[in-house]
């Protein structure tokens, strides 16, 4: 199964009809789907089947078997390359399923889909995420082994193991491959092995339009070790798979510096007229193409998804290989896990994605301060606080860790000896990461970390940068995963580096992506509870929205048990000097936490983050001119959608149409929290250079501001009521 000492793999007439099935299989589906990509399956069929028959450690009967190497298809358009694999290893996926292909309901999407298919590691199909996914999987496979067996010679760990990825062109030339890639040779990331499909035909044909530079020469460039394996000579396109099968013993041979094998292929090989095409990319070849390919092939064009029951049943012998390479593993395995029992327990607790007993106790909470904290300090100080007792809470920025808070102290920096730093010195099985100026990579290098399974990563940078990972969000949204993406400098609040660095769109844009959580604490207490509640949640990935400036950490009425501040705790009633809710209410997305004096609030002020205290300074204005303001804090508006109807009814009563939202950004979604008769104060246009309190001076985020917006609500409800 894992690759030998044999230069040679075993290759017989068999294995050879098999990898002509992938091809023909390729065509069928594409031509029953009427869209898909089948050149790229067909001719990377000999390199997919070489990995999973021949090379990988994996096992078929058990997709997430932890010993397993991991294979990631960068090129999530040619889905089929690992759709037909999975078919011919014995995962599940039956004939039927590559009949269904990019059909409602089947296992078989246009792109792959992690949950969705048994076998697929990764969502891929956006260009360039897979490859960076790998990053991160190296390097969680790194640090879970500095957790779990750091003191083992390199290869003798149960933890050892590799991370392959099939990569285009389109993967190569985008920008997030060249972040990830320059990071993972910095890391030395032996485990990783690329194969890049260099085959020079994108949707816009011959790729020469778009590209010129020697790609080999960028990988060695970057500290690759980089090696080409060409199978279009002077005499004819020859699939020499024995040299394939050379390149990748080396590349495992090369422990210290991640690996790109380079393999010239003819896209779409055989079929007579399209191969060496832009169409055989992105396309269904067309009847008469695909019955001269079979032909060529020796299949019957008549026949369309043919069984050839003695190759399939060839190909599922590795599920029988699977069986003596996993009990070897076990065996590995049931030694380590005997004589380490306390890190056994570790690996127990971590695949169960369990949080460990009493680790909340270790969130400080932090006293009253008219003065006030700035979240983000607010939010390293936690960071650090759990650092002891939350081993696989791991992370850093894209080079913001002062700005971002991102470094819990005492902790190593992840990263090789040689390229320690007197300000950061570290190891390998370090803690603290360091992207550099890589936002687009950061993300999706920690969804790979998350992929991997054990750990959970966060990364750091302004809000206004997450424009730059975008795109990683977005999967991390999709798939599920439990990554923390720290978002400082939240609003105008970061004052002097003016509008390129304030953002403004950017909040009401983050939460239309679904899935995502975006949280922006109004003080330090609130923080503490948000830290804590990402982390309880496994299958949502957060945006913590934190401010550069201090605002006051609020005087409450004692955290605890109860409902959330629903009911306002011990607010409830109370005059507008009142102490206030319990910061328990933020995980619950939105709570009252301030009542309106006598307990009936004629208008709700709805806010988030740095903007809760001027609602509170607006209530007391209002309290003066006989006006009862009840103050909301909104910090996640995921979280409070997904409290009771009941309990949304109770802190946002329908009765009271006089609303105020206050944040600093543009307004979209608070329109739907203050209906027809509110009123945002928001900001519609980008910020400027100055002090923040000017700028919150100047564009009206103010207390006056609040209370007119109110005056301006009633006014309204009143008309409409006349």
Same mark, same amino acid.
């Given at each position: 199964?894992?690759?030998?000492?044999?230069?040679?793999?075993?290759?017989?007439?068999?294995?050879?009809?098999?990898?002509?099935?992938?091809?023909?299989?390729?065509?069928?589906?594409?031509?029953?789907?009427?869209?898909?990509?089948?050149?790229?399956?067909?001719?990377?069929?000999?390199?997919?089947?070489?990995?999973?028959?021949?090379?990988?450690?994996?096992?078929?009967?058990?997709?997430?078997?932890?010993?397993?190497?991991?294979?990631?298809?960068?090129?999530?358009?040619?889905?089929?390359?690992?759709?037909?694999?999975?078919?011919?290893?014995?995962? *599940?996926?039956?004939?039927?399923?590559?009949?269904?292909?990019?059909?409602?309901?089947?296992?078989?999407?246009?792109?792959?889909?992690?949950?969705?298919?048994?076998?697929?590691?990764?969502?891929?199909?956006?260009?360039?995420?897979?490859?960076?996914?790998?990053?991160?999987?190296?390097?969680?496979?790194?640090?879970?082994?500095?957790?779990?067996?750091?003191?083992?010679?390199?290869?003798?760990?149960?933890?050892?193991?590799?991370?392959?990825?099939?990569?285009?062109?389109?993967?190569?030339?985008?920008?997030?491959?060249?972040?990830?890639?320059?990071?993972?040779?910095?890391?030395?990331?032996?485990?990783?092995?690329?194969?890049?499909?260099?085959?020079?035909?994108?949707?816009?044909?011959?790729?020469?339009?778009?590209?010129?530079?020697?790609?080999?020469?960028?990988?060695?460039?970057?500290?690759?070790?980089?090696?080409?394996?060409?199978?279009?000579?002077?005499?004819?396109?020859?699939?020499?798979?024995?040299?394939?099968?050379?390149?990748?013993?080396?590349?495992?041979? %090369?422990?210290?510096?991640?690996?790109?094998?380079?393999?010239?292929?003819?896209?779409?090989? $055989?079929?007579?007229?399209?191969?060496?095409?832009? %169409?055989?990319?992105?396309?269904?070849?067309?009847?008469?193409?695909?019955?001269?390919?079979?032909?060529?092939?020796?299949?019957?064009?008549?026949?369309?998804?043919?069984?050839?029951?003695?190759?399939?049943?060839?190909?599922?012998?590795?599920?029988?290989?699977?069986?003596?390479?996993?009990?070897?593993?076990?065996?590995?395995?049931?030694?380590?896990?005997?004589?380490?029992?306390?890190?056994?327990?570790?690996?127990?607790?971590?695949?169960?994605?369990?949080?460990?007993?009493?680790?909340?106790?270790?969130?400080?909470?932090?006293?009253?301060?008219?003065?006030?904290?700035?979240?983000?300090?607010?939010? *390293?100080?936690?960071?650090?606080?759990?650092?002891?007792?939350?081993?696989?809470?791991?992370?850093?920025?894209?080079?913001?860790?002062?700005?971002?808070?991102?470094?819990?102290?005492?902790?190593?920096?992840?990263?090789?000896?040689?390229?320690?730093?007197?300000?950061?010195?570290?190891?390998?099985?370090?803690?603290?990461?360091?992207?550099?100026?890589?936002?687009?990579?950061?993300?999706?290098?920690?969804?790979?970390?998350?992929?991997?399974?054990?750990?959970?990563?966060?990364?750091?940078?302004?809000?206004?940068?997450?424009?730059?990972?975008?795109?990683?969000?977005?999967?991390?949204?999709?798939?599920?995963?439990?990554?923390?993406?720290?978002?400082?400098?939240?609003?105008?609040?970061?004052?002097?580096?003016? $509008?390129?660095?304030?953002?403004?769109?950017?909040?009401?844009?983050?939460?239309?992506?679904?899935?995502?959580?975006?949280?922006?604490?109004?003080?330090?207490?609130?923080?503490?509870?948000?830290?804590?509640?990402?982390?309880?949640?496994?299958?949502?990935?957060?945006?913590?929205?934190?401010?550069?400036?201090?605002? $006051?950490?609020?005087?409450?009425?004692?955290?605890?048990?109860?409902?959330?501040?629903?009911?306002? *705790?011990?607010?409830?009633?109370?005059?507008?000097?009142?102490?206030?809710?319990?910061?328990?209410?933020?995980?619950?997305?939105?709570?009252?936490?301030?009542?309106?004096?006598?307990?009936?609030?004629?208008?709700?002020?709805?806010?988030?983050?740095?903007?809760?205290?001027?609602?509170?300074?607006?209530?007391?204005?209002?309290?003066?001119?006989?006006?009862?303001?009840?103050?909301?804090?909104?910090?996640?508006?995921?979280?409070?959608?997904?409290?009771?109807?009941?309990?949304?009814?109770?802190?946002? $009563?329908? *009765?009271?149409?006089?609303?105020?939202?206050?944040?600093?950004?543009?307004?979209?979604?608070?329109?739907?929290?203050?209906?027809?008769?509110?009123?945002?104060?928001?900001?519609?246009?980008?910020?400027?250079?100055?002090?923040?309190?000017?700028?919150?001076?100047?564009?009206?985020?103010?207390?006056?501001?609040?209370?007119?917006?109110?005056?301006?609500?009633?006014?309204?409800?009143?008309?409409?009521?006349?």
């Amino acid at each position: 199964m894992t690759i030998s000492g044999n230069a040679a793999p075993e290759w017989s007439a068999t294995d050879r009809r098999a990898v002509d099935l992938i091809r023909v299989l390729a065509m069928d589906a594409v031509e029953k789907a009427g869209s898909g990509h089948p050149g790229t399956a067909m001719s990377l069929a000999p390199a997919a089947y070489l990995l999973f028959q021949r090379v990988m450690r994996h096992d078929p009967a058990d997709p997430a078997w932890l010993g397993r190497d991991r294979f990631v298809l960068s090129c999530g358009h040619s889905s089929l390359t690992l759709y037909l694999q999975l078919y011919l290893s014995g995962y *599940g996926l039956a004939l039927s399923d590559l009949e269904k292909l990019r059909t409602w309901g089947s296992l078989t999407p246009g792109h792959p889909e992690r949950h969705h298919t048994p076998g697929v590691e990764t969502t891929t199909g956006p260009l360039g995420q897979g490859i960076t996914n790998a990053v991160g999987m190296a390097m969680a496979a790194r640090r879970e082994r500095g957790l779990l067996d750091p003191g083992a010679p390199a290869g003798q760990s149960p933890f050892d193991h590799r991370i392959y990825v099939i990569a285009s062109d389109g993967d190569i030339e985008e920008g997030i491959s060249h972040e990830a890639s320059s990071l993972a040779a910095h890391q030395d990331l032996g485990n990783l092995i690329v194969i890049y499909d260099d085959n020079s035909i994108s949707i816009e044909d011959d790729t020469a339009i778009a590209k010129s530079e020697d790609v080999c020469a960028r990988y060695r460039a970057y500290g690759w070790h980089v090696q080409r394996v060409e199978w279009r000579r002077p005499d004819g396109y020859y699939e020499d798979v024995p040299a394939l099968y050379e390149a990748l013993l080396a590349a495992q041979r %090369e422990t210290d510096r991640p690996s790109f094998i380079a393999l010239r292929t003819i896209i779409g090989w $055989p079929a007579p007229t399209k191969q060496n095409t832009g %169409e055989a990319h992105g396309a269904a070849l067309g009847a008469q193409e695909v019955a001269a390919a079979k032909r060529i092939l020796g299949f019957d064009p008549a026949v369309s998804f043919p069984t050839e029951e003695d190759a399939v049943a060839h190909a599922r012998e590795v599920m029988d290989r699977a069986k003596t390479v996993r009990a070897q593993w076990e065996e590995s395995f049931a030694a380590w896990s005997a004589a380490n029992p306390d890190r056994a327990a570790l690996l127990d607790r971590l695949s169960a994605h369990r949080l460990p007993e009493g680790w909340t106790r270790a969130i400080p909470a932090f006293p009253p301060d008219p003065k006030g904290v700035a979240t983000r300090r607010a939010s *390293g100080e936690i960071l650090s606080a759990l650092a002891p007792v939350l081993p696989e809470l791991w992370g850093g920025s894209a080079d913001l860790a002062g700005s971002n808070n991102t470094t819990m102290k005492g902790e190593s920096s992840f990263i090789p000896t040689e390229h320690q730093t007197a300000m950061f010195p570290g190891s390998p099985y370090g803690r603290t990461l360091h992207f550099g100026i890589r936002e687009h990579a950061m993300g999706a290098i920690c969804n790979g970390i998350a992929l991997h399974g054990l750990t959970r990563p966060y990364g750091g940078t302004f809000l206004v940068f997450s424009d730059y990972m975008r795109p990683a969000v977005r999967l991390a949204a999709m798939m599920g995963l439990p990554v923390t993406f720290v978002w400082t400098h939240d609003s105008i609040g970061l004052g002097e580096d003016g $509008p390129t660095h304030q953002p403004v769109e950017q909040l009401w844009a983050l939460r239309a992506i679904p899935g995502l959580d975006i949280v922006r604490p109004a003080d330090a207490n609130e923080t503490a509870v948000a830290w804590r509640t990402i982390l309880e949640r496994t299958e949502n990935a957060a945006g913590l929205c934190l401010t550069r400036q201090n605002v $006051p950490v609020l005087e409450r009425v004692s955290d605890g048990p109860g409902d959330g501040g629903a009911g306002a *705790g011990g607010a409830g009633g109370a005059g507008a000097g009142a102490r206030l809710a319990s910061a328990e209410g933020t995980a619950r997305g939105g709570y009252i936490l301030a009542e309106a004096g006598g307990g009936t609030p004629d208008v709700i002020l709805i806010a988030t983050g740095s903007e809760v205290q001027i609602a509170l300074a607006a209530r007391e204005e209002l309290a003066a001119e006989g006006i009862g303001a009840r103050v909301v804090s909104m910090p996640c508006v995921e979280w409070f959608a997904e409290q009771s109807e009941s309990y949304r009814a109770r802190v946002l $009563p329908p *009765g009271v149409r006089a609303r105020v939202s206050v944040e600093a950004g543009v307004a979209l979604g608070w329109r739907t929290f203050v209906g027809d008769a509110g009123e945002c104060v928001s900001l519609e246009h980008f910020g400027a250079s100055a002090s923040y309190q000017d700028l919150y001076e100047k564009f009206g985020f103010t207390a006056g501001r609040v209370s007119q917006a109110a005056r301006a609500s009633l006014a309204r409800v009143a008309q409409h009521s006349e």
